[in-house]
């Protein structure tokens, strides 16, 4: 497949850590372990799947999904 680059921004939202795990409690668990999980701790799809008891592709989408909210949430300062 096509290599993937991530996307920079130009500011850093000025939240900081704090904000940062207030935005990470705020998204449904499913999404936070398993974007935890993939993004911070570096494990293939196919253990996060193990850990919340879901299929590979399932957990490939929620943590998509995490992400997905943490930018629209955190980056922008929305509110869900």
Avoid: F, K
């Amino acid at each position: 497949g096509a290599l993937r680059h991530a996307t920079p921004h130009t500011g850093v939202p000025e939240r900081g850590a704090a904000g940062l795990g207030a935005a990470l409690q705020a998204l449904p668990p499913t999404q936070r372990r398993a974007g935890i999980y993939h993004h911070l701790a570096g494990w293939p799809y196919s253990e996060v799947a193990v850990l919340v008891d879901s299929s590979e592709a399932a957990a490939r989408r929620s943590a998509a999904d995490g992400i997905a909210n943490l930018r629209r949430t955190y980056l922008t300062g929305a509110s869900r």
